[in-house]
């Protein structure tokens, strides 16, 4: 079966038994980019379980920092680098997966049960700014797909691919408004349709000359013009994503803006395709470790161990 446009990523190759075949690509097969819900971000409403079911939330516990993320298979998530650059020690950090909710909470105690620990940190060698504003994480142990939980998808192609589209969207848990209107309790994650910018068109909202464009190649705009629908503090590190013949696909990550849903300023998000070889490459070096050989070395020795010490 094909990967429907998902980069494969021949992980076999770095361990001594072969993975399920489902961990042979990015998107696992099965498919990636599926989701079983029906059909901050500002001018965004509430969604429903299971409508996104790759958003993550990040906890740093330690100083009860926020961010967000989203799933790539059962060992690794998408984030954005600048949620890490003042916390980058990964076990103070928690992914929450397959909840609507920030927080678990005494009405939803089953949001413990979906919590994870972070192993690693991988920050794009070239962040620096706005600039590559792009980090993996690496679970501690593997996650469990349910219909709530399942992987995005990726591709290397163009964000060209989906320019002007106006039925991508991005989901969050940021404030409601610039003034840092908060999510109310009990903090649900919220969606908003957002319409695909190209950069020359982002560059003169922000009257940026082209020589001097703030809007580089690996980044791209997108909101709405009027302000009415944009991403805010909070939804850091959350993903952009579009439906390509059915399947989802992130094509962004939230980075950064200029205030909140400012009019002629749109959100700028990391162009994910830009950076898809770099993913593929992380987490190809950085895979699952090799199985502890040990244990079946003894069992295979233990035969030529009893007829070397047995009775002669």
């Known amino acids: 079966m094909a990967c429907r446009g998902c980069m494969l990523l021949l992980l076999a190759a770095l361990d001594a038994v072969a993975p399920p075949r489902s961990a ?4 696992p097969l099965g498919p990636c980019g599926f989701r079983a819900g029906h059909i901050l971000v500002v001018g965004g409403v509430a969604t429903s379980r299971g409508r996104w079911p790759w958003q993550a939330a990040l906890h740093e516990v330690e100083h009860r920092a926020l961010c967000a993320g989203s799933l790539l298979n059962r ?3 998408l984030s954005a680098a600048h949620c890490f650059t003042k916390f980058p020690d990964a076990s103070k950090w928690i992914v929450q997966l397959g909840e609507l909710t920030l927080y678990p909470s005494a009405w939803n105690l089953r949001a413990y049960l979906n919590r994870y620990k972070v192993k690693d940190i991988f920050i794009h060698p070239k962040a620096k700014g706005q600039t590559n504003d792009i980090a993996l994480l690496k679970l501690a142990s593997p996650v469990t797909y349910t219909k709530y939980i399942h992987p995005v998808c990726v591709q290397a192609a163009s964000s060209s691919t989906f320019l002007h589209r106006s039925d991508c969207w991005v989901t969050g848990w940021g404030v409601l408004h610039e003034d840092l209107t908060p999510l109310p309790p009990p903090y ?7 319409t695909i910018l190209n950069n020359t068109r982002c560059n003169y909202l922000f009257k940026q000359p082209t020589a001097l464009s703030r809007i580089k190649e690996s980044m791209f705009c997108a909101g709405a013009e009027d302000g009415s629908t944009d991403s805010c503090r909070g939804d850091s590190g959350g993903p952009l994503v579009c439906d390509l013949d059915g399947l989802w696909y992130q094509i962004g990550i ?9 009019a002629n300023r749109p959100g700028v998000y990391t162009n994910v395709s830009h950076h898809v070889n770099w993913i593929l490459k992380t987490v190809a070096l950085n895979g699952s470790p090799r199985p502890d050989l040990s244990p079946l ?14 009775p002669t």
């Open 24 to 27: 042979a690509c990015l998107c």
């Open 254 to 262: 939230v980075s950064w803006g200029v205030g909140c849903g400012r």
């Open 75 to 77: 060992r690794w998530l």
């Open 188 to 194: 649900y994650l919220r969606e908003a349709q957002v």
């Open 297 to 310: 070395l003894l069992l295979l020795t233990l035969p030529w161990a009893a007829q070397l010490l047995g």
